[in-house]
């Protein structure tokens, strides 16, 4: 019966070696962002980061254009894995903030990269959101993520 359990083991054992190893079969699976900020491009003015190091991820992308405006969200997987959600849109902060955050969101303090200052929150459990209002579109940045992966993304931010 050992005999036979090891049979069955070996070869799964050695499968699941191959995949991580060979395959990079840990690494999220990246996406190219380009259609849908080409879309969102036509509705507002997209922030893209630069300079991100090669182990951040785009995860996904999507933009919808509703009756509230317009909406783009990137997600991303920070170098630790951890998802972050970057969302630009034209629909009013008042709506948007809740929806992203959760309705238990808090305030916690602030955030100053290069060219913004960000309010910090603790939204839904676990998760820390970063969020800025300008005149034409509000950011936000929300990921169970450490707080230094998501200053780094707000940083790098044009």
Do not use: C
Request: net charge negative; no cysteine.
């Amino acid at each position: 019966m050992i005999l036979s359990l090891l049979v069955l083991l070996i070869p799964i054992g050695l499968g699941m070696v191959y995949w991580r190893v060979v395959l990079d079969g840990d690494k999220p699976i990246a996406k190219d962002p380009s259609s849908a900020i080409q879309l969102a491009s036509a509705h507002f003015t997209v922030a893209q980061p630069t300079g991100l190091g090669e182990d951040w991820t785009v995860t996904s992308a999507n933009f919808r254009n509703e009756n509230g405006g317009a909406t783009l969200r990137v997600g991303y997987a920070d170098p630790d894995a951890d998802p972050i959600l970057m969302v630009q849109s034209t629909v009013p902060a008042a709506t948007l903030v809740p929806a992203e955050v959760g309705d238990e969101g808090t305030r916690t303090g602030t955030f100053r990269s290069a060219n913004r200052a960000w309010l910090t929150y603790a939204g839904r459990p676990g998760e820390i959101a970063f969020i800025v209002t300008e005149q034409n579109r509000t950011i936000v940045l929300v990921g169970k993520t450490d707080q230094e992966n998501l200053e780094t993304l707000a940083a790098a931010l044009p």
